[in-house]
C-alpha cells in the first residue's frame, strides 16, 4: 500500500492537514503523520481537538527515528508548513523529526510539497522558497482559488486539499 507521510507544523491551517488526512484516507492511500509540539497547540486553537485527536487521523504515528526508517514513502507533505520548517528543508537541516523525514524525502527524489502558510513574503522567505525548489521540493502557498460553485470554507478546503494530494499521486 502506498504510504503519504504528512508532517504538521506549527503554522496556522490545521484544518488543511485534518482535511488532507481524511481525504487520502478516502482514496485508501496510507498515512504516516509527524506532527511538531506547536501544531499540536494550534490544532487545540484552531480546531478544538486534543493530540490524541489528531493522531488518530493518520494510520501511522511516527514518534522517532526508528520508525521514520522503517517507511517506504511515496510523497511528503509538510501542510502547514512554517517559514522555519521551509528554512530547514531549504538548507538541509535535520535537527527534528519533520526535517530528517524531508531530507529523506528528497534524497529519493520523491515529491515533498510545502504548504507554506505565513504572508508575506520577504526576500528571506523568497530566497527559502527558492533554495528548497532548488532541491527538489514544491512550494505551495496556501491559498484558495474560490470558484463560483463554492459556497463555503469547507468546500474552498476540500479544493486545497484535493489540489495538494494530486501532487502526490
Known amino acids: ?21 481524511k ?10 503523520l ?5 501544531a499540536y497547540k494550534v ?11 489528531l493522531d488518530r487521523l493518520a494510520d501511522v504515528f511516527v ?6 526508517a522503517d517507511l517506504r514513502p511515496k510523497a511528503m507533505i509538510i501542510a502547514p508548513c512554517s517559514m522555519k520548517t521551509l528554512a530547514g528543508v531549504a538548507w538541509e537541516r535535520a535537527d527534528n523529526l519533520v ?3 524531508a531530507k529523506q524525502v528528497l ?3 520523491l515529491p515533498l510539497i510545502l504548504v507554506i502558510r505565513e504572508t508575506p513574503w520577504n526576500i528571506i522567505h523568497l530566497k527559502n522558497m527558492l533554495q528548497a525548489s532548488k532541491k527538489g ?24 486539499a484535493d489540489k495538494i494530494i494530486s501532487l502526490c499521486l
Do not use: C, W, Y
Request: charged share 30%.
Open 63 to 68: 514518534k522517532d527515528e526508528h520508525e521514520l
Open 137 to 160: 521540493a514544491t512550494v505551495m502557498p496556501l491559498t484558495f482559488q474560490p470558484k463560483a460553485a463554492q459556497k463555503n470554507i469547507a468546500e474552498l478546503v476540500d479544493g486545497l
Open 34 to 38: 509527524i506532527v511538531s509540539e506547536a
Open 23 to 32: 481525504k487520502l484516507k478516502q482514496r485508501r492511500v496510507k498515512t504516516a
Open 43 to 53: 490544532a487545540e486553537i484552531e480546531l478544538k481537538i486534543k493530540p490524541i485527536e
Open 99 to 101: 526535517l530528517k523525514a
Open 1 to 21: 500500500m502506498e504510504t503519504i507521510i504528512l508532517a504538521v507544523t506549527g503554522a496556522a491551517g490545521t484544518i488543511v492537514s485534518t482535511t488532507v488526512l
Open 107 to 109: 534524497e529519493r527524489k
